[in-house]
């Protein structure tokens, strides 16, 4: 079966500090797609970061960089030097090839000046 | 370029009504979904379609219907509306099948009463 895990419903982050979002999946396709999503409170989904399971290297896009641990099955999202701006619900998702995207129960956060 | 673009924003039904909720791309998109958001939960996906002409159930879809008979649009149809409807629903797309991000619309938010 094809799950993916976010156990941490809600964190408290000081401003300025990282913080490490928790991933973990299933899947027994070789070949899958790993995404995080933020979720403001706006509502709209925008998309931060992608790892493909065949990459190497971990991914970054600017103070996001995703933490990808194949053999543990993990995918934690770090975000470098928060900023009150990154307060919102964090969505992790994953992709086997050719197939649907299915979603994490998500994780709020949230920044304290 | 508008992306994905869902209509209406805001919808209140009475129980038992019946309406389609409009999703278009204009990206030339494959792969199209629909998921619905419940309060503090994550996205759960109602169906999706890989193609025109081509559609398939997700975890969650009893009481709607789909079609996909151009590229362009993904029509959600409430046969019989149900105050367990209520939800925001979101539209979904992306380019190919592979391991490619999704993007999103606005969100509908549909009220059951």
């Known amino acids: 079966a094809q799950k993916i895990t976010q156990t941490q419903p809600g964190m408290f982050v000081q401003e300025k500090e990282a913080v490490t979002l928790d991933c973990t999946y299933d899947?027994?396709?070789?070949?899958?797609?790993l995404f995080w999503y933020k979720q403001p409170s706006s509502g709209e989904m925008i998309f931060l970061i992608y790892?493909?399971?065949?990459?190497?290297q971990n991914a970054t896009e600017g103070r996001y960089s995703l933490n990808f641990q194949k053999a543990r099955k993990s995918a934690n999202l770090v975000i470098s030097a928060s900023q009150l701006g990154d307060s919102a619900m964090y969505f992790c998702?994953?992709?086997?090839?050719?197939?649907?995207?299915?979603f994490g129960s998500g994780t709020r956060l949230s920044i304290r000046p | 370029n508008a992306g994905v673009t869902q209509t209406p924003k805001f919808q209140v039904l009475k129980t038992g009504q019946s309406m389609t909720l409009q999703c278009a791309q204009d990206?030339?998109?494959?792969?199209m979904s629909w998921y619905r958001q419940d309060p503090g939960m994550g996205l759960r996906l109602i169906h999706y379609?890989?193609?025109?002409?081509?559609?398939d159930q997700g975890e969650v879809p009893n009481g709607y219907n789909v079609s996909r008979s151009t590229t362009e649009d993904f029509p959600l149809r409430l046969l019989s509306a149900a105050p367990s409807q209520t939800s925001v629903y979101f539209c979904?797309?992306?380019?190919?099948?592979?391991?490619?991000?999704?993007?999103f619309g606005q969100g509908t938010r549909l009220t059951v009463v």
């Open positions: 379609s890989v193609g025109a002409g081509i559609t």
């Open positions: 790892q493909g399971s065949y990459d190497q």
């Open positions: 998702a994953m992709r086997p090839r050719a197939s649907k995207i299915i």
């Open positions: 979904a797309s992306s380019y190919s099948l592979e391991n490619t991000e999704a993007f």
């Open positions: 899947t027994s396709d070789p070949s899958y797609g």
């Open positions: 990206m030339n998109h494959e792969y």
